[in-house]
T-cell receptor
Framework: GAVVSQHPSWVICKSGTSVKIECRSL??????MFWYRQFPKQSLMLMAT?????????EQGVEKDKFLINHASLTLSTLTVTSAHPEDSSFYIC??????????????FGPGTRLTVL | QKEVEQNSGPLSVPEGAIASLNCTYS??????FFWYRQYSGKSPELIMF????GDKEDGRFTAQLNKASQYVSLLIRDSQPSDSATYLC????????FGQGTTLQVKP
């Protein structure tokens, strides 16, 4: 399957600081990238959808000024958690959608970033 | 409201048995469906997708789709303890709508 990477895999930060998470599709061009958040023992919650070169579409209840998304190219999207607080501690997972080498339109997930805000 | 429903489980099967995971969806506009496996603390891993009515087989996995009944299932043959995980069903409406996942336990 296609490879999606995320960096960093985990981060610990102080309350009030900002954290940037990078998501890259390594072997295909992602027409759309998605950002999810998952709390322990809960399902994936879609935060936002981004297309290359355009503004992200945020799901209801997700603060766009707090979770800044930039989709600079067909292989790179970033999520910045601004002024992070302990309640933002979660598992953030990006997902990239596009045509794989096999010619199928599908969606692959990155390995996730575990954010802990102290 | 667009929903994907799964039984949260846990579904417990003995090693070597067939595990059957089920999923229903409410949006008839959904064109394709995905099954992901998620181990605890890890991100989801794509198992397979299906978009045509009927069965699709890939190794020990068979996905079944019945659009008239709005029903998707995943069968795992010869279940192994390493198959123990949470299985997520997702309907594609332009973005993936996930069910809450079914926890599968395969006992040696």
């Amino acid at each position: 399957g296609a490879v999606v990477s995320q960096h960093p895999s985990w981060v610990i930060c102080k309350s009030g600081t900002s954290v940037k998470i990078e998501c890259r599709s390594l072997d295909f061009q992602a027409t759309t990238m998605f950002w999810y958040r998952q709390f322990p023992k809960q399902s994936l919650m879609l935060m936002a959808t981004s297309n290359e070169g355009s503004k992200a579409t945020y799901e209801q209840g997700v603060e766009k000024d707090k979770f800044l998304i930039n989709h600079a190219s067909l292989t790179l999207s970033t999520l910045t958690v601004t002024s992070a607080h302990p309640e933002d501690s979660s598992f953030y997972i990006c997902s990239a959608r596009g045509m794989s080498a096999g010619g199928t339109d599908t969606q692959y997930f990155g390995p996730g970033t575990r954010l802990t805000v102290l | 409201q667009k929903e994907v429903e799964q039984n949260s489980g846990p579904l417990s099967v003995p090693e070597g048995a067939i595990a059957s995971l089920n999923c229903t969806y409410s949006d008839r506009g959904s064109q394709s469906f995905f099954w992901y496996r998620q181990y605890s603390g890890k991100s989801p891993e794509l198992i397979m997708f299906i978009y045509s009515n009927g069965d699709k087989e890939d190794g020990r996995f068979t996905a079944q789709l019945n659009k008239a009944s709005q029903y998707v299932s995943l069968l795992i043959r010869d279940s192994q303890p390493s198959d123990s995980a949470t299985y997520l069903c997702a309907a594609d409406t332009g973005k993936l709508i996930f069910g809450q996942g079914t926890t599968l336990q395969v006992k040696p």
